[in-house]
């Protein structure tokens, strides 16, 4: 762990310029440091005020705001203050550089979040939730940072524990007192305690086959014979012409890959070259990598050209995915042959006019989440999903242990299986696993 005692200061705001600049102190010495370069009317700032004053120091003056957020009652719980100066690159830049001087060292990637975590403002899940929230690009997955941001992870994690530590006070109270002859009406009440726990977990992981997709995003692979329409709809989904479309067949000869929002979720659509024989090893290659494309998709878009005749097979390597059979190019049918049962197991669309392209992307979301997240944490993060998966294993050889082995058995697997939920809060977690997460953050977060 990091000394906390100094202060540090950072740029909170973007790079480049803009109408204001936000640069941050956090440490003892903030409003020491921050006073002693911003004139203000009053010398005792009333923490949470806004105070206008005028900054001076690095050889420029700024009119500038003030606010001072006291310890504990701040982001990192130390003293933290905020200088609000106009956002050129120079002036910001000269306003750190004087705090620097002053006394403040440069912060650290993520080291105002690691310091609350530090000081236990917030715990490991939350401060997880901060990067979360500001890398989202979807409303799924602003409103599941949002959630962990509010604690709805640690509340679950740790209510689990305690009823882990109740039923550990259970056996050690068992084991401690033989004379009692409590041991095997305790071990019943522990089965019940522990398959209530089994449930809870199970719910929890299950909720990462939904919070995976949210937090990543889904990706969708467009897959099919040539000419069947792929780059089209890949344009019309896009609403922009990234793909190259062309009647000659053999056209796109390489994955392309963009992402677009729909839904309140994010999907990453590939579109890949035409499954066929090949005619060269360019094309080979091609449609080496739209197989390889399929074998990761999470959803695969079966592509077929509804004008024409199709042999209904489905996409290489599709395996247990699930698929959706697209029909293209309805506006090449008239009325009556749009009415043909044998699109009835599918989507009939036109990329060419947009025709029912509202419907193959409401099938999609539909395909993404087939069951909304219940309402209550949903794992999202394949770390927290690791940790509580092992808790379940434990839980679950424990509640095997209750009918062959002896109590104090019991106990150790609770003991770890205690100690992996700790992993999701930060309780147990290596220092490795610390500084690998605030890495990801930017300075001044």
């Keep these: ?121 917030i715990d490991l899940s939350q401060a997880e939730a901060v990067i979360d929230l500001i890398e989202a690009q979807s409303s799924a997955q602003a409103n599941a940072a949002y959630s962990a941001l509010r604690g709805e992870i640690k509340t679950e994690a740790s209510a689990l524990q305690r009823e882990i530590l109740d039923i550990l006070a259970a056996i050690n109270a068992a084991i401690d007192y033989p004379e009692e002859d409590i041991e095997e009406e305790t071990a019943e009440n522990i089965k019940a305690v522990l398959t209530s726990i089994n449930k809870k977990l199970g719910g929890l992981i299950a909720s990462f086959s939904s919070g995976r997709l949210i937090r990543e995003g889904v990706r969708a692979v467009i897959a099919g014979s040539p000419n069947t329409g792929k780059s089209s709809l890949m344009n019309a989904l896009l609403k922009t012409d990234r793909a190259i479309v062309s009647p000659a067949a053999g056209t796109t000869r390489d994955t392309i890959e963009e992402a677009f929002t729909y839904g309140g979720l994010k999907f990453v659509l590939t579109d890949t070259a035409g499954i066929r024989a090949a005619g060269d090893e360019t094309e080979r290659m091609g449609i080496e990598r739209a197989n390889r494309a399929v074998s990761g998709a999470d959803i695969v878009i079966s592509l077929k050209d509804a004008s024409a005749k199709f042999d209904g097979s489905a996409p290489a390597a599709a395996g247990n995915k699930k698929i959706i059979t697209v029909y293209n190019k309805r506006d090449l049918l008239s009325a009556a042959e749009q009415k043909n049962p044998v699109f009835n197991d599918g989507v009939l669309i036109s990329a060419k006019t947009g025709e029912n392209i509202d419907g193959l992307l409401k099938a999609l979301c539909a395909a993404a989440v087939s069951k909304p997240p219940a309402s209550g944490a949903v794992l999202t993060n394949a770390r927290h999903y690791a940790a509580a998966a092992a808790a379940n294993a434990l839980i679950e050889h424990a509640l095997t242990f209750l009918q062959t082995a002896t109590l104090d058995c019991v106990s150790a697997d609770l003991e770890r299986a205690y100690s992996e939920l700790c992993k999701i809060t930060g309780a147990t977690a290596s220092a490795d696993i610390i500084d690998g997460i605030f890495s990801r953050f930017c300075v001044g977060k």
Excluded at 52 to 62: A, Q, S, T
Excluded at 84 to 101: D, K
């Design 1 to 121: 762990m990091k000394d906390c005692q100094n202060t540090i200061a950072a740029i909170s705001t973007p790079e480049g310029t803009g109408a204001v600049s936000i640069i941050r102190l956090s440490g003892g010495d903030a409003k020491k440091i921050a006073l002693s370069l911003v004139k203000v009317k009053s010398k005792n700032l009333t923490p949470n005020v806004c105070y206008r004053g005028e900054f001076c120091g690095g050889g420029i003056k700024d009119d500038c705001i003030i606010i001072y957020f006291k310890a504990p009652a701040s982001y990192t719980g130390e003293d933290v203050v905020e200088i609000h100066c106009h956002g050129g690159v120079f002036i910001q830049t000269q306003v750190l550089n004087a705090c620097v001087g002053n006394g403040c060292r440069p912060a650290e990637n993520g080291e105002f979040t690691r310091r609350a975590f530090l000081n236990g403002k």
